[in-house]
């Protein structure tokens, strides 16, 4: 891969917020959320005050630093881990869900529901079910579906599914317009050596089933693939073959060392090249189906900048554990995870209906955050796109969330450097 053996993403700079690429003919300035670009043949214009008033007058937004995110206001953001449980046992899940099996209960979930959502509720509700694999919980998503649509006229529902769940659950999903998020990680062969049943068996067939349903009913779907070193080399062929079935949209994740198997299927610079290498091919499929491969550059584009996890920046994103306390983190559910302290942020007070949160514990976070941010993402070209990733990873990776995920932060540069190639040149 040219970028891999050039390193001209190493020359490629952050001047006041916006990334300044090495093409190897010139340097392009790109405003990610005006879509306008500009070529120089070096950096020296980033000296000349006349270049940069130039630039702003035609519309190119310069700041000292990533504004602070703002928060929509007519939406409200109710994420519900479920369970910790799973009827699956992938090889590199970071639950460890055989351990401890935690359930939020229905009557908890529908109060903190009720609680968030006010009756006649007239903007828009996102409701995300999560897990384990949430649909072991189905009371439970019966009463949080029921509460949310009983209050509010405009509920979004979602789920992260690995699609394994009884026929009567998947009706009952599909009634309520959920949209999924379907986690199968390549063809046949590919997907069973990873994802497999709690006694080793394949899971493709099983996925398969959902998937035709939900495509059939025509619900909003996202496939979801985790890619490991064993299946990286099926990237294209998945793709391929996801997008002849009538999927629209997939989104591939490198595998992280979290968690129970951190140390199974090492993530190194090859692993991190063959991944782009497929991600970019699997790009170019998809144009040729009219499908899309979601990205971080897709997400960004013409959008105001945003922080990579926006639940430290934003509180009326509610993110409920399965024992119903509130948490920042996606990633750390259950009294399992050592880390899962670090992010606990209240209790559900069931007399007054409300979470009590610690402020402190959010504080220590964005002080990290900020941290992180100014000394090493400031400076950089894919700041717009990362700006420092995800805290947990960090905080497993060195012990601390202020310091820069090495491996992640390499992985990161490479593709946003592929990416602003096929927009901008
Ligand atoms: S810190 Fe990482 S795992 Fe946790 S919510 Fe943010 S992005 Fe997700
Ligand atoms: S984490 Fe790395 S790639 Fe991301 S913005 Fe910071 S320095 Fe750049």
Same mark, same amino acid.
């Given at each position: ?6 390193? %001209?993403?190493?020359? $490629?700079?952050?001047?006041? @917020? ?5 093409? @190897? +003919? ?32 035609? !519309? ?32 590199? $899940? ?37 897990? !384990? ?41 599909? /009634? ?8 199968l990680d390549g063809v046949r062969e590919f997907n069973d050596l990873n994802r497999v049943t709690l006694s080793g068996g394949g899971t493709y067939e099983l996925v398969e089933k959902t998937l035709d349903?939900?495509?059939?009913? +025509? ?9 490991? %070193? ?15 079935? @009538? ?15 951190? !140390? ?9 090249? /063959?991944?782009?290498? !497929? ?7 998809? %144009? ?15 959008? /105001? ?11 009326? +994103? ?5 024992e119903g306390r509130r948490t920042l983190c996606y990633g750390v559910q259950g009294d399992f995870n050592r880390n899962s302290d670090r992010f606990l942020y209240g209790e559900f007070d069931a007399e ?27 400076? $950089? ?7 420092? @990733?995800?805290? /947990? ?15 992640? $932060? ?16």
């Open positions: 891969m040219q970028v891999m053996d050039g390193k %001209r993403f190493e020359r $490629c700079v952050n001047f006041k @917020g916006l990334p300044c690429i090495d093409f @190897g +003919k010139g340097y392009v300035v790109f405003d990610p959320s005006s879509l306008k670009k500009a070529t120089f043949p070096d950096l020296s214009w980033t000296t000349r005050k006349e270049d940069i008033e130039a630039l702003a007058t035609q !519309g190119f937004r310069f700041r000292e630093r990533l504004p602070d995110y703002e928060a929509p206001t007519d939406e409200i953001h109710l994420t519900f881990i479920l369970t910790t449980d799973c009827n699956l046992g992938c090889k590199y $899940c970071y639950t460890d869900s055989k351990r401890e099996k935690l359930r939020l209960s229905a009557d908890l979930a529908r109060r903190i529901a009720e609680a968030h959502v006010p009756a006649g509720y007239a903007g828009s509700v996102f409701v995300q079910l999560f897990g !384990g694999e949430p649909t072991l919980n189905f009371e439970t998503i019966q009463a949080i579906t029921e509460a949310v649509e009983a209050r509010s006229a405009k509920p979004f529902f979602y789920i992260t599914t690995n699609g394994v769940m009884r026929t009567d659950v998947l009706e009952y999903l599909l /009634a309520h317009r959920y949209g999924f998020y379907l986690s349903q939900v495509l059939v009913r +025509k619900a909003p779907l996202k496939v979801r693939s985790t890619i490991t %070193r064993s299946t990286v080399g099926g990237m294209e062929r998945f793709a391929e073959a996801m997008f002849r079935r @009538g999927v629209k949209l997939l989104q591939f994740t490198p595998v992280v060392p979290i968690g129970r198997n951190a !140390g199974d299927d090492p993530v190194d610079d090859a692993f991190h090249d /063959a991944y782009l290498d !497929g991600l970019m091919n699997s790009i170019d499929l998809a %144009r040729v189906y009219g499908a899309s491969i979601l990205t971080p550059l897709s997400l960004a584009l013409k959008r /105001a900048p945003k922080p990579y996890c926006k639940i430290f920046h934003d509180d009326t +994103k509610v993110l409920v554990t399965p007054d209906g409300q979470f009590r949160v610690d402020g402190a514990v959010k504080e220590r976070i964005l002080q990290a955050y900020h941290h992180l941010t100014d000394s090493h993402c400031d400076h $950089c070209f894919a700041q717009f796109l990362c700006n420092g @990733g995800c805290l /947990a990873e960090n905080l497993e990776a060195n012990g601390r969330m202020d310091e820069l995920n090495r491996s992640f $932060c390499s992985l990161k540069r490479k593709e946003a450097y592929l990416l602003l190639e096929r927009v901008l040149t």
